[in-house]
């Protein structure tokens, strides 16, 4: 840090002129400013914030956080990104909750996690992370976009990054540039392409005058052969 003001008897510490903060559990932070509360254990940080976890292969990017490093707890606001530079996602929110111990990040309000090498991006209002399990679950309305090609509208999705299954026990709706199917429940193949539903409905054509709509009680789909 190119300034430090030691204040409050050498409690508080305000660093300024940017700089770069190292902890013990690997955590480096570079902001424009610090402030350090000794006895609370609390950073606080403002201003072109980065945040590269060498452990957990993260790096985060936001304009304010605030580090509780009893708790190994990071709290970040306003523009927030996150990239997994294992698994090539990108999260993007208004603010995270980065729990370092548990390797799980929430990302709350006007949440999404996009793979641009994959080709695949979930909306939703908040999504939790568990890395340690390269699992993504969703919490209320959600959508995503596959290929550019097929639009799932949902809630509460869960992503498992392994098997690059996208499923939800809620009733779901899937678009392409032809059908519409509405499933009361669904799991979804991104690299098959196999979509798997029960009470599936599919309404062909639904976007031109005439159509036909069939019932399943059970289905597999393979986009791939459509």
Not at 48 to 64: A, G, L, T, W
Not at 79 to 90: H, M, P, Y
Not at 121 to 138: A, G, V
Request: net charge positive.
């Amino acid at each position: 840090v190119t300034q430090i003001d030691i204040l409050e008897n050498g409690n508080k510490f305000i660093g300024t002129k940017r700089g770069t903060i190292t902890s013990n559990d690997g955590i480096v932070i570079k902001a424009n400013r610090f402030e350090y509360n000794k006895k609370l254990n609390i950073l606080n940080a403002n201003g072109n914030i980065k945040i590269i976890d060498s452990i957990n292969n993260f790096e985060i990017y936001s304009d304010n956080i605030t580090y509780n490093k009893s708790n190994n707890l990071i709290v970040t606001n306003n523009n927030s990104k996150a990239f997994d530079l294992v698994n090539n996602i990108e999260i993007s929110s208004d603010n995270f909750e980065y729990d370092i111990t548990k390797n799980v990040i929430t990302a709350n309000n006007n949440a999404s996690i996009e793979n641009k090498i994959e080709n695949y991006k979930i909306l939703s209002d908040k999504f939790s992370y568990l890395k340690n399990k390269n699992k993504f679950y969703s919490t209320g309305k959600t959508t995503a976009d596959i290929f550019s090609k097929y639009r799932f509208l949902s809630e509460d999705v869960t992503y498992l990054i392994d098997l690059k299954q996208l499923s939800s026990q809620k009733e779901t709706i899937v678009k392409d540039k032809l059908n519409l199917y509405k499933l009361e429940k669904f799991s979804y193949l991104i690299e098959e392409e196999i979509l798997k539903g029960q009470n599936l409905l599919i309404n062909t054509n639904y976007n031109l005058p005439t159509s036909d709509k069939f019932y399943f009680k059970s289905a597999i789909i393979n986009f791939k052969e459509q």
